[in-house]
Protein backbone atom coordinates (compact mmCIF):
# COMPACT_ATOMS: atom_id res chain seq x y z
CA UNK A 1 0.00 0.00 0.00
CA UNK A 2 1.81 3.53 -1.35
CA UNK A 3 0.69 6.31 1.38
CA UNK A 4 1.92 9.84 1.03
CA UNK A 5 2.36 12.45 3.89
CA UNK A 6 2.67 16.22 3.48
CA UNK A 7 4.80 18.29 5.89
CA UNK A 8 5.47 21.77 6.36
CA UNK A 9 4.36 25.25 8.14
CA UNK A 10 0.73 25.65 8.17
CA UNK A 11 1.65 29.61 8.14
CA UNK A 12 3.79 31.75 6.27
CA UNK A 13 4.08 35.76 5.87
CA UNK A 14 3.93 37.55 2.52
CA UNK A 15 7.43 37.48 0.38
CA UNK A 16 8.25 34.15 2.60
CA UNK A 17 9.31 30.95 0.71
CA UNK A 18 7.08 27.63 1.49
CA UNK A 19 8.71 24.40 1.59
CA UNK A 20 6.79 21.55 1.72
CA UNK A 21 8.31 17.85 1.99
CA UNK A 22 6.02 15.00 0.72
CA UNK A 23 7.35 11.60 2.18
CA UNK A 24 6.59 8.46 0.49
CA UNK A 25 6.38 4.63 2.00
CA UNK A 26 5.18 1.38 0.12
CA UNK A 27 6.95 2.55 -3.00
CA UNK A 28 10.32 3.53 -4.04
CA UNK A 29 11.10 6.92 -5.90
CA UNK A 30 13.56 5.17 -8.44
CA UNK A 31 11.38 2.39 -9.66
CA UNK A 32 10.52 3.16 -13.12
CA UNK A 33 7.22 4.87 -13.96
CA UNK A 34 7.01 6.23 -10.86
CA UNK A 35 6.31 9.98 -10.50
CA UNK A 36 5.52 12.36 -7.70
CA UNK A 37 3.21 15.22 -8.29
CA UNK A 38 2.48 18.72 -5.85
CA UNK A 39 -1.38 19.82 -6.42
CA UNK A 40 -2.94 22.74 -4.37
CA UNK A 41 -6.55 23.65 -3.76
CA UNK A 42 -7.44 27.21 -2.67
CA UNK A 43 -9.88 27.76 -0.38
CA UNK A 44 -13.60 27.42 -2.30
CA UNK A 45 -11.50 26.54 -5.83
CA UNK A 46 -10.30 23.69 -8.40
CA UNK A 47 -7.26 21.58 -7.77
CA UNK A 48 -4.52 23.24 -9.64
CA UNK A 49 -1.90 21.11 -10.42
CA UNK A 50 1.64 22.38 -9.84
CA UNK A 51 4.98 20.20 -10.49
CA UNK A 52 6.11 16.83 -11.25
CA UNK A 53 8.88 14.72 -10.87
CA UNK A 54 9.41 11.56 -12.07
CA UNK A 55 11.44 8.38 -11.11
CA UNK A 56 14.56 9.93 -13.40
CA UNK A 57 14.65 12.93 -12.20
CA UNK A 58 12.78 14.64 -15.40
CA UNK A 59 10.86 17.46 -13.95
CA UNK A 60 7.62 19.74 -14.82
CA UNK A 61 6.44 22.46 -13.36
CA UNK A 62 2.84 24.86 -14.17
CA UNK A 63 3.36 26.87 -16.86
CA UNK A 64 1.90 29.69 -14.67
CA UNK A 65 4.24 29.59 -11.46
CA UNK A 66 7.25 27.67 -13.40
CA UNK A 67 9.65 30.84 -12.28
CA UNK A 68 8.82 30.13 -8.58
CA UNK A 69 8.85 26.52 -8.11
CA UNK A 70 11.31 24.04 -7.33
CA UNK A 71 10.85 20.31 -7.29
CA UNK A 72 13.48 18.01 -5.68
CA UNK A 73 13.57 14.44 -4.88
CA UNK A 74 15.80 12.49 -2.44
CA UNK A 75 15.66 8.56 -3.27
CA UNK A 76 17.33 7.79 -0.06
CA UNK A 77 15.31 9.27 2.15
CA UNK A 78 11.67 8.68 -0.27
CA UNK A 79 10.98 12.23 -0.16
CA UNK A 80 10.11 15.04 -2.42
CA UNK A 81 10.12 19.02 -2.09
CA UNK A 82 8.64 21.69 -3.48
CA UNK A 83 9.40 25.38 -3.12
CA UNK A 84 7.53 28.08 -3.61
CA UNK A 85 9.14 31.60 -3.48
CA UNK A 86 8.03 34.66 -2.92
CA UNK A 87 4.44 33.39 -0.97
CA UNK A 88 1.55 36.14 -1.50
CA UNK A 89 -2.01 35.63 0.08
CA UNK A 90 -3.59 34.12 -3.09
CA UNK A 91 -1.08 30.81 -2.24
CA UNK A 92 -3.25 30.32 0.52
CA UNK A 93 -4.48 26.75 -0.28
CA UNK A 94 -4.36 22.77 0.57
CA UNK A 95 -1.19 21.16 -0.70
CA UNK A 96 -1.18 17.57 -1.64
CA UNK A 97 1.32 15.25 -2.79
CA UNK A 98 -0.07 12.55 -5.04
CA UNK A 99 1.99 9.21 -6.23
CA UNK A 100 1.73 9.05 -9.76
CA UNK A 101 2.14 5.67 -11.42
CA UNK A 102 3.21 5.24 -14.84
CA UNK A 103 3.39 2.82 -17.41
CA UNK A 104 6.81 2.56 -19.55
CA UNK A 105 6.93 1.26 -23.27
CA UNK A 106 9.02 0.97 -25.96
CA UNK A 107 11.00 3.94 -23.61
CA UNK A 108 7.79 6.18 -23.18
CA UNK A 109 5.50 6.71 -20.67
CA UNK A 110 2.54 5.35 -22.09
CA UNK A 111 0.01 5.94 -19.40
CA UNK A 112 0.15 8.03 -16.51
CA UNK A 113 -2.41 9.06 -13.42
CA UNK A 114 -2.42 9.46 -10.08
CA UNK A 115 -3.66 6.34 -8.10
CA UNK A 116 -2.45 7.86 -4.33
CA UNK A 117 -2.42 10.94 -2.61
CA UNK A 118 -1.48 12.54 0.85
CA UNK A 119 -4.27 13.89 3.06
CA UNK A 120 -3.05 17.37 2.46
CA UNK A 121 -1.03 20.00 4.42
CA UNK A 122 -3.17 23.37 4.89
CA UNK A 123 -0.19 26.54 4.23
CA UNK A 124 -2.23 30.08 5.14
CA UNK A 125 -0.45 33.15 4.00
CA UNK A 126 -0.81 36.01 6.61
CA UNK A 127 1.25 38.84 7.80
CA UNK B 1 -2.51 26.93 -23.84
CA UNK B 2 -4.28 23.04 -23.21
CA UNK B 3 -7.44 23.57 -20.53
CA UNK B 4 -10.00 21.07 -20.22
CA UNK B 5 -12.97 22.66 -19.77
CA UNK B 6 -15.83 20.25 -17.08
CA UNK B 7 -19.99 20.50 -17.62
CA UNK B 8 -22.03 21.01 -16.49
CA UNK B 9 -20.07 23.32 -13.29
CA UNK B 10 -23.03 21.77 -10.64
CA UNK B 11 -25.55 18.73 -11.73
CA UNK B 12 -28.51 18.57 -9.25
CA UNK B 13 -29.51 15.04 -9.20
CA UNK B 14 -31.23 12.51 -6.92
CA UNK B 15 -30.12 9.24 -5.32
CA UNK B 16 -30.59 6.42 -7.78
CA UNK B 17 -30.47 8.60 -11.16
CA UNK B 18 -27.97 8.53 -13.71
CA UNK B 19 -25.26 11.13 -13.43
CA UNK B 20 -23.30 12.21 -16.94
CA UNK B 21 -20.17 14.50 -16.50
CA UNK B 22 -19.00 15.85 -19.60
CA UNK B 23 -14.93 16.69 -19.60
CA UNK B 24 -14.01 18.52 -22.88
CA UNK B 25 -10.04 19.26 -24.32
CA UNK B 26 -8.96 22.19 -26.29
CA UNK B 27 -6.87 19.59 -28.28
CA UNK B 28 -7.16 16.23 -29.42
CA UNK B 29 -5.67 13.99 -26.53
CA UNK B 30 -4.52 10.38 -26.26
CA UNK B 31 -7.20 8.61 -23.84
CA UNK B 32 -4.53 6.81 -22.01
CA UNK B 33 -3.54 10.11 -19.87
CA UNK B 34 -7.08 10.99 -19.02
CA UNK B 35 -8.13 10.14 -15.31
CA UNK B 36 -11.24 11.08 -13.20
CA UNK B 37 -10.91 11.65 -9.58
CA UNK B 38 -13.56 12.26 -7.18
CA UNK B 39 -12.98 15.17 -4.13
CA UNK B 40 -15.01 14.97 -1.28
CA UNK B 41 -14.13 18.07 1.76
CA UNK B 42 -11.75 17.49 4.07
CA UNK B 43 -10.80 14.42 2.06
CA UNK B 44 -7.71 13.03 -0.11
CA UNK B 45 -8.86 12.95 -3.77
CA UNK B 46 -9.87 9.84 -4.99
CA UNK B 47 -8.93 7.66 -8.45
CA UNK B 48 -11.56 6.84 -9.85
CA UNK B 49 -10.97 5.91 -13.42
CA UNK B 50 -7.65 6.09 -15.42
CA UNK B 51 -6.92 5.71 -19.29
CA UNK B 52 -10.33 7.03 -19.72
CA UNK B 53 -12.02 3.77 -19.29
CA UNK B 54 -10.61 1.91 -16.76
CA UNK B 55 -11.90 1.80 -13.07
CA UNK B 56 -9.19 1.81 -10.27
CA UNK B 57 -8.92 -0.55 -7.49
CA UNK B 58 -11.99 -1.15 -5.62
CA UNK B 59 -13.81 1.01 -7.29
CA UNK B 60 -17.72 0.11 -7.78
CA UNK B 61 -18.60 -0.24 -11.65
CA UNK B 62 -21.79 2.21 -11.09
CA UNK B 63 -18.49 4.10 -12.18
CA UNK B 64 -17.59 4.40 -15.79
CA UNK B 65 -15.48 6.17 -18.34
CA UNK B 66 -15.70 6.66 -21.96
CA UNK B 67 -14.82 8.63 -24.60
CA UNK B 68 -11.24 9.71 -27.02
CA UNK B 69 -10.29 12.76 -28.89
CA UNK B 70 -11.47 16.06 -27.47
CA UNK B 71 -14.80 14.25 -25.50
CA UNK B 72 -14.95 12.63 -22.11
CA UNK B 73 -17.48 11.41 -20.23
CA UNK B 74 -18.04 10.23 -16.91
CA UNK B 75 -20.89 8.30 -15.55
CA UNK B 76 -22.24 6.95 -12.41
CA UNK B 77 -25.31 5.13 -13.34
CA UNK B 78 -27.48 4.86 -10.42
CA UNK B 79 -25.95 7.28 -7.72
CA UNK B 80 -26.28 6.34 -4.34
CA UNK B 81 -25.83 9.07 -1.31
CA UNK B 82 -21.70 8.61 -0.90
CA UNK B 83 -21.33 9.84 -4.45
CA UNK B 84 -22.39 13.36 -4.00
CA UNK B 85 -18.85 14.74 -4.17
CA UNK B 86 -17.00 17.25 -6.53
CA UNK B 87 -15.55 15.34 -9.75
CA UNK B 88 -12.30 16.34 -12.09
CA UNK B 89 -10.67 15.41 -14.39
CA UNK B 90 -7.14 15.34 -15.41
CA UNK B 91 -4.95 14.63 -18.14
CA UNK B 92 -1.21 13.59 -17.94
CA UNK B 93 -0.91 14.26 -14.39
CA UNK B 94 -0.80 17.73 -15.37
CA UNK B 95 -3.95 20.23 -16.45
CA UNK B 96 -7.10 19.87 -14.43
CA UNK B 97 -10.31 20.52 -15.53
CA UNK B 98 -12.52 22.83 -13.01
CA UNK B 99 -14.42 20.45 -11.51
CA UNK B 100 -18.24 19.81 -11.49
CA UNK B 101 -20.12 19.72 -8.79
CA UNK B 102 -22.75 16.56 -7.92
CA UNK B 103 -25.24 17.85 -5.57
CA UNK B 104 -27.87 16.38 -3.66
CA UNK B 105 -31.32 17.42 -5.27
Known amino acids: QITLKESGPTLVKPTQTLTLTCTLSGVSLSTIGVAVGWIRQPPGKALEWLAL???????RYSPSLRSRLTITKDTSKNQVVLTLTSMELVDTATYYC???????????????????WGQGALVIVSS | EFVLTQSPGTLSLSPGERATLSCRAS???????LAWYQHKSGQAPRLLIYGASSRATGIPDRFSGSGSGTDFTLTISRLEPEDFAVYYC??????FGQGTKLEIK
Open chain 1, 98 to 116: AHGHGVVADGYLSKFWFDA
Open chain 2, 27 to 33: QSVSSSY
Open chain 1, 53 to 59: VYWDDDK
Open chain 2, 90 to 95: QYYGRT
